[in-house]
């Protein structure tokens, strides 16, 4: 295994996907333009040709339309969009047509569609350029959403998002393209609604899913200071959502910090809360807890998003209630970055 960046990682898995199948093909907004969308599909024009890498108009609910009618005949598309707020504009064809086909034809058609869509926020984006509606799709029979947080799960997952018979909506967060990890070469794939243990711990099991991941692992670090063990559990995909790894881990901990870098009412950490409570409540030495965003839209001053969104000092701050002891030095070890809507200093794009 190799040292690669996320946004290579991406890039392998459609080029590896492509080669394992003629049939796919990879198109979107500045799919073929300079900055081939961060660099995930860089030389996808060159290696595949304009028939099977192209731009699109901006027109995304034709375009996603599109898709369905290429499904039906045997193509798998790729679309790839800048933002999630863009693809909005196609939910009608997301929802009312991709999503029931396989249940409305009685299994005999399928449409492989993946959806690749930029989730997260920087530099003041704001209100309708950042949003995290996960647990929006989620909510919807027919589809599948995964969530990745390193670049080996980022290849591994994408190949079989693309090569699955129904449609995958894969969600990216901007904050992780620079990230670095080990990538297997080839045709690398991981089961689709797997979690994956990220830490080992017996006190506390924190859910999270995406960027939210890295800032649970940060907090676990400091609370392994405090004489508390975090296990972190990495959903990696949120529909279909491994319910045996959190009830395993909830059952050997007995306490659940549930995360969401999503709004919280209706959130995928408040359907864990909910689930864990129903089916595993007498296991419980606390009450469940969830740190999701606030009901508000994503603000763009700085003065604003201070203290906004959930980072590595508000979930060790909650896990220290949780397990009665203070967490007044919480804040003080884990300080929040300015511009506040970065994950630090050193980030420097994309965006």
Request: charged share 20%.
């Amino acid at each position: 295994m190799l040292q690669k960046n996320f946004a290579t990682a991406i890039n392998e898995a459609i080029h590896q996907a492509m080669e394992i199948d003629e049939s796919v093909i990879c198109y979107g907004l500045g799919v073929t333009d300079p900055k081939t969308v961060f660099g995930t599909t860089a030389n996808l024009e060159k290696r595949f040709g304009s028939e099977r890498v192209f731009d699109m108009p901006t027109s995304e609910n034709a375009m996603t339309g599109v898709a369905i009618g290429a499904a039906l005949n045997g193509v798998k598309s790729v679309m790839t969009h800048q933002r999630i707020d863009f693809f909005l504009l196609a939910m009608d064809q997301l929802v009312n047509s991709a999503a029931k086909w396989h249940y409305m034809f009685g299994s005999q058609n399928s449409i492989s569609i993946t959806i690749r869509l930029i989730i997260g926020r920087g530099w003041g984006q704001g209100p309708t350029h950042s949003q995290n509606l996960q647990a929006w799709f989620a909510h919807i029979p027919g589809l599948k959403v995964v969530m990745p947080t390193t670049p080996e799960d980022a290849k591994g997952l994408l190949i079989s998002s693309i090569l699955d018979p129904n449609p995958v909506v894969f969600l990216e967060h901007r904050w992780l393209h620079n990230s670095i990890g080990e990538v297997p070469e080839g045709d690398f794939r991981l089961p689709i609604g797997k979690a994956k243990v990220a830490r080992v711990g017996v006190d506390v099991t924190i859910i999270s899913m995406s960027y939210m991941t890295i800032e649970a692992l940060h907090a676990a670090d400091y609370l392994a200071t405090q004489g508390i063990s975090c296990e972190v559990i990495d959903l990696r995909t949120i529909k279909p959502l491994d319910w045996d790894a959190v009830m395993h881990s909830v059952i050997k901990t007995g306490r659940l910090l549930a995360l969401d870098s999503g709004f919280t009412t209706g959130s995928v950490a408040g359907e864990v809360v909910a689930r864990v409570a129903i089916e595993a409540f007498n296991k419980l030495k606390a009450p469940p807890e969830r740190l999701a965003m606030p009901d508000v839209p994503e603000p763009t001053s700085p003065a604003l998003t201070k203290g906004f969104y959930v980072r590595a000092a508000d979930i060790a701050e909650k896990v220290m209630e949780m397990m009665g002891k203070d967490p007044s030095e919480a804040r003080d070890s884990l300080p929040e970055p300015m511009p506040h809507d970065v994950p630090g200093k050193w980030f420097k794009g994309p965006f």
